[in-house]
């Protein structure tokens, strides 16, 4: 998403001779936080809301390049949780509201503990040159598959 183009197909652009498996594991890590990225300015654009913050959860947020790069991309502070398997969390949280371990959400509120912040680095020029690689990384993917 946002594409949602069924003839659209994976692929990796840029790469020269002195491109190694490292970096195609950086380049899929990076895909990821585009593609946050889109989804984020879609948010903003169609709620006109302006986001300031990005809080994240699951396995990928232990890498902390990841992490930075998204703060990077979205130019806005990356949070991440404690603990980590939010869902999981909040699916306790709700079954404890339930049963009455927890009186109300403001009890709940001061459970959930920020690990680390990660704030953008990245000067905006060179997020802005990033973000148009992106974009006909992209628009090279769609329309892959032709009409027999």
Not at 32 to 46: K, L
Not at 105 to 113: M, V
Request: hydrophobic share 45%; with cysteine; charged share 30%.
């Amino acid at each position: 998403s946002p594409h949602w183009n069924d003839r659209a197909r994976a692929c990796i652009v840029g790469m020269t001779a002195g491109h190694h498996r490292g970096h195609i594991c950086r380049a899929a890590l990076e895909a990821a936080c585009y593609q946050t990225r889109e989804i984020f300015d879609a948010i903003s654009m169609d709620s006109g809301v302006e986001l300031r913050a990005l809080n994240v959860d699951g396995g990928g947020t232990v890498n902390r390049f990841m992490m930075q790069f998204q703060a990077d991309m979205l130019g806005v502070e990356v949070v991440r949780p404690v603990v980590m398997e939010t869902t999981a969390l909040g699916a306790a949280f709700v079954a404890g509201l339930a049963v009455g371990v927890w009186r109300d959400l403001d009890e709940i509120e001061g459970l959930w503990a920020a690990e680390e912040r990660f704030v953008p680095r990245m000067e905006e020029r060179e997020r802005e040159r990033n973000w148009r690689g992106w974009k006909r990384a992209v628009e090279r993917s769609l329309d892959w598959v032709e009409d027999d």
